[in-house]
């Protein structure tokens, strides 16, 4: 049995391109040669099942995720009592994206009690290589360290990094702060 379709080669190469792969990476991972993967991709040969698996394994997704066969109509909602929970004590969060496979970025809402912070000094970063998150403070202030510096936030202000630097945000005020954060992970060049 085997895959058919051109729209299925062009939601390889998107995928293939959104992780920063060039066909030869995606060989090495998938153990498809990248001559195929290139015809597959422009709709020139449709694989079979055991080989659309094997490329589905190299962008890190299952064959059904990587045929969409999980998928209803694109649209994921997640209900505010569907929310992914996290943290310690005194920093909580919550996941706001879906956990949908291939997705390079997450949406989290982060809660700090006065003077609580999101991890020690020396904790070391816990975002791949290349990652980037913006952060909006909503109720502040709130202190932000990356690589030794402290860059102070008060409610409104936003502030773009590089997420694989260590950092934390921490809360000097009396009362608690909150936080958007958005990691798009793997996306910086370097």
């Not at 009690?113 to 980037?132: I, N, Q």
Request: charged content about 25%.
């Amino acid at each position: 049995m085997s895959v058919n379709g051109h729209a299925f080669g062009t939601r390889i190469r998107h995928l293939r391109e959104a992780m920063d792969l060039s066909l030869r990476d995606l060989s090495e991972r998938s153990g498809v040669s990248a001559p195929m993967l290139s015809q597959v991709e422009r709709g020139e040969t449709s694989p079979t099942l055991a080989v659309a698996e094997r490329i589905a394994g190299g962008l890190e997704l299952t064959l059904s995720q990587l045929l969409r066969l999980d998928e209803s109509d694109g649209v994921s909602v997640v209900r505010a009592g569907e929310r992914r929970h996290g943290g310690g004590q005194r920093h909580g969060y919550e996941v706001l994206t879906p956990p949908l496979p291939g997705l390079r970025a997450e949406v989290s809402l982060h809660s700090l009690e006065p003077g609580a912070s999101t991890a020690e000094p020396d904790d070391p970063p816990m975002h791949e290589p290349g990652s980037r998150e913006t952060a909006v403070v909503v109720d502040g202030p709130v202190r932000f360290v990356c690589a030794g510096q402290v860059h102070p936030l008060d409610s409104g202000d936003s502030v773009t990094f590089d997420a694989d630097l260590p950092h934390h945000f921490e809360n000097p005020g009396p009362a608690d702060a909150r936080f958007y954060a958005v990691v798009a992970a793997g996306l910086r060049r370097s």
